[in-house]
């Protein structure tokens, strides 16, 4: 579980400085478009609310592709964290989409669908349940 949690940690900094870029770009348009060069996105505005699901979607984008690849986001090779279907092969598209969706809601609702994993007698989390995947933990190699 602390590899889990220390996992999604790790990859958060990546995607700050992708938010961060995105967010940039969103700003300098606004600026184009003939607002104020030091204006900022009005919040609850229709712009804002864009902005977030265009971060929402590239972090998906980063989560289902590295998952889809190998297996693994850059964070999960570093916990040696390895996503496998229920039969220990490469998930679909579709369940990698339900994961990163369910696992989205988990974290909305204060990480109520991690902290499940504590309680669950197989140690699964939400997003792993509704998607019928698995994450392993991978043996140490020797260097």
Do not use: N
């Not at 592709?65 to 040696?80: C, D, F, H, P, V």
């Amino acid at each position: 579980m602390v590899a889990r949690l220390a996992s999604l940690f790790y990859d958060m900094w990546p995607m700050v400085a992708l938010w961060m870029l995105l967010s940039f770009v969103f700003v300098s348009v606004y600026g184009i478009l003939g607002h104020d060069a030091g204006a900022t996105l009005l919040p609850f505005s229709l712009l804002q609310w864009l902005l977030w699901m265009c971060c929402w979607t590239l972090t998906g984008a980063y989560a289902v592709i590295s998952w889809r690849r190998g297996g693994q986001t850059l964070a999960m090779r570093a916990w040696r964290l390895r996503l496998v279907d229920a039969a220990g092969g490469v998930p679909s598209w579709r369940q990698l989409c339900v994961r990163y969706a369910v696992g989205t809601l988990s974290l909305a609702l204060g990480g109520l669908g991690f902290w499940w994993a504590w309680v669950d007698r197989e140690r699964l989390t939400w997003h792993d349940r509704a998607s019928d995947t698995r994450l392993i933990r991978l043996p140490k190699t020797k260097a």
